[in-house]
């Protein structure tokens, strides 16, 4: 595996490590992994990244709720805080807005007790990720929110493969424009395997394990 750095200077100097490789996620094979953990659990990473995803929704979309998967909830609570500053160009501006977190049954099958419901029903919900590859996770957010009565408004996320899902718009800082080479394969048609590539990992929201 070898490691390299993508980095969006328009963005907050955001920056990127990526390994290329051979992964599996739950859904597909990748051939670059990258990873957000710093993005993810560093304040001072998080606060850049919101600050950048907010740009996309701060003048024209109203939020009550952001529905935070793949632990991005430091980056989602600094969207809330950034996104309800006071502005003229914050339709959100001083109003309270929920970070939620969805719970997750043992078919991870997205679920919200009677406690943590009324944060998703009546609401316009934007949903946080880490990434977007093959749309499954993305899609299966969606269908929740409009099980509880919700109405999902927009995706963010860092990186993404796809501009829609569902008809809903996907707003990233990073997609494959920025990583020449990157390919997502279905898990039963992957070229990497066919060639007998060994898998250099098993990868998810957590992080990766090496094999």
Request: hydrophobic share 40%; net charge neutral.
């Given at each position: ?8 200077p ?8 990526v390994?290329?490789?051979?992964f ?6 990748i051939?670059?992994y990258?990873d ?14 919101a600050?950048?995803?907010?740009r996309?929704?701060?003048l ?11 632990g991005t ?14 502005g003229?160009?914050n339709?959100n501006?001083?109003?309270d ?19 943590t419901a ?7 919900v ?20 409009a099980?509880?009565?919700?109405r ?9 493969t ?8 996907v ?7 920025d ?5 997502s ?8 395997c ?8 098993l990868v ?8």
């Amino acid at each position: 595996m070898s490691m390299q750095q993508i980095q969006q200077p328009v963005k907050a100097d955001i920056i990127l490590n990526v390994t290329k490789g051979h992964f599996a996620t739950g859904h597909s094979h990748i051939n670059h992994y990258i990873d957000v953990t710093k993005q993810k659990f560093c304040l001072s990473e998080a606060r850049k990244v919101a600050i950048a995803l907010s740009r996309e929704y701060k003048l024209h979309t109203l939020v009550d709720t952001i529905l935070c998967l793949d632990g991005t909830e430091m980056i989602a609570s600094c969207m809330a805080s950034e996104m309800t500053k006071t502005g003229y160009m914050n339709i959100n501006q001083n109003q309270d807005m929920n970070v939620l977190t969805p719970e997750r049954t043992v078919g991870s099958q997205l679920i919200f007790r009677e406690n943590t419901a009324p944060m998703i029903t009546g609401k316009n919900v934007l949903i946080m990720m880490a990434s977007v590859s093959t749309g499954y996770t993305a899609k299966s957010a969606i269908e929740t929110i409009a099980y509880y009565g919700g109405r999902a408004v927009g995706i963010a996320s860092i990186f993404a493969t796809v501009d829609s899902i569902a008809g809903l718009p996907v707003s990233s800082l990073f997609n494959p424009n920025d990583l020449p080479g990157y390919t997502s394969y279905d898990a039963n048609d992957c070229p990497l395997c066919k060639a007998g590539q060994k898998l250099d990992a098993l990868v998810n929201s957590f992080g990766y394990s090496k094999l």
